[in-house]
């Protein structure tokens, strides 16, 4: 017994670049011997400042307020970190960096991976990033209290802060260099051996008579994609489904069940003839909604959308609510939402029998004419 091969997808491409920041990272201590001493006695915004140090091909300069850089710092009682840049740049282009400041405790792993080893905990800042201009500044943004710092002051009186600081200069992207490939691998062909064993009815153990015609299959095959046909074949329904050497399949067509076996084999529909397709679809889905091939159902529900038109809207939309088929429906009520369209449709055939079918549906359809 013949079976059609299916449609596959074709093959995506893909491809991916990768954007890289060309940065520049290096620390500061500022260093403060007799911090303990000489803290009290430094006036509102009188700052500390270190010596120049360079990262990224930029001099900067660390400034360091112990009572505030203004009047409302020094209200708080809390203290002032700044970092400048002690240089002039070609302006209007700004330098963007990120710092961190820290008082220097124990061992640690800073957000730029320097490490400092001392006595105490570490307190340190948020990272911030910022455009710096020339000769311009940037205060870190938190508000740490001057008497809290008196727990990083060392038992000799000093007092150390670090500025961790990046430059970013760049943003680069890469195209990735992939690996030599010596070895190709081809797509799954699954589908492929499956459907030869369908053909060839290799190791079939199980025979289907739909009308006139017998149908070979594999027990093992439908049980995995079907759990109705698991129930038929192993489960409770075995005795009176499976017992005898050819199981009936009552309603439904010979061309309709091959289909099936195609998808149950494949997982994907057989070629079909333009001209029988929304025929075709009509019929598979009630077979998926029988065997609960969810799948299957929307595969059909999705091709049957296209063929929504006034002499088929009413026999699609009858299917769709008698076999709870949520996005169908929606599209053939999308449909019908012209007037017009809608009062082609109620002159056909097919909406007697959705009147009958489905009165419900018919009320509903009728209200969409009301003024």
């Not at 074709?10 to 303990?36: Q, W």
């Not at 307020?65 to 400048?84: W, Y």
């Not at 490490?115 to 800042?125: D, H, I, M, P």
């Not at 489904?241 to 069940?257: G, L, N, S, T, Y």
Request: proline share 5%; net charge neutral; aromatic share 8%.
């Amino acid at each position: 017994m013949s079976s059609a091969s299916g449609r596959h997808k074709p093959s995506r491409s893909a491809s991916a670049s990768t954007v890289i920041a060309n940065n520049a990272a290096g620390y500061h201590d500022l260093k403060i011997d007799c911090y303990s001493s000489i803290k009290d006695g430094i006036p509102v915004g009188m700052p500390i400042k270190s010596s120049p140090f360079s990262v990224g091909g930029y001099r900067w300069r660390i400034s360091f307020f112990p009572n505030g850089d203004n009047s409302a710092r020094a209200a708080l009682g809390c203290i002032s970190l700044f970092l400048f840049l002690d240089e002039d740049v070609a302006d209007p282009v700004p330098v963007t960096a990120q710092f961190e400041f820290a008082f220097m405790g124990q061992e640690r792993a800073s957000l730029f991976g320097n490490r400092k080893r001392a006595e105490k905990k570490l307190w340190s800042s948020s990272a911030a990033v910022t455009s710096f201009g020339s000769r311009i500044g940037s205060r870190s943004p938190e508000l740490l209290n001057k008497s809290s710092l008196d727990s990083y002051v060392t038992k000799q009186g000093s007092l150390t802060v670090r500025c961790d600081v990046v430059v970013f200069k760049e943003f680069l992207a890469e195209e990735p260099v992939s690996p030599a490939t010596f070895v190709s691998v081809p797509p799954s062909d699954l589908h492929r051996h499956l459907a030869d064993l369908l053909e060839t009815e290799k190791g079939a153990d199980v025979v289907f008579k739909v009308r006139r015609e017998k149908f070979a299959a594999h027990r093992c095959v439908l049980a995995a994609r079907s759990p109705v046909f698991s129930a038929e074949l192993f489960g409770a329904m075995k005795e009176s489904h499976a017992a005898a050497d050819v199981v009936q399949v009552k309603d439904m067509e010979p061309p309709v069940f091959k289909a099936l076996l195609c998808f149950l084999y494949t997982d994907s529909l057989p070629e079909m003839r333009k001209d029988d397709e929304d025929v075709m679809c009509q019929h598979l889905l009630v077979a998926a909604d029988r065997y609960d091939l969810e799948r299957l159902k929307l595969v059909c529900e999705s091709k049957l959308c296209e063929y929504i038109d006034v002499g088929t809207a009413a026999t699609i939309l009858t299917l769709a609510e008698q076999h709870h088929c949520n996005g169908l429906k929606k599209a053939c009520f999308n449909f019908l939402g012209d007037p017009a369209k809608l009062r082609a449709v109620m002159a056909s055939d097919g909406f007697k029998h959705l009147s009958r079918s489905c009165p419900s549906i018919k009320k509903d359809l009728l209200s969409m004419l009301e003024p």
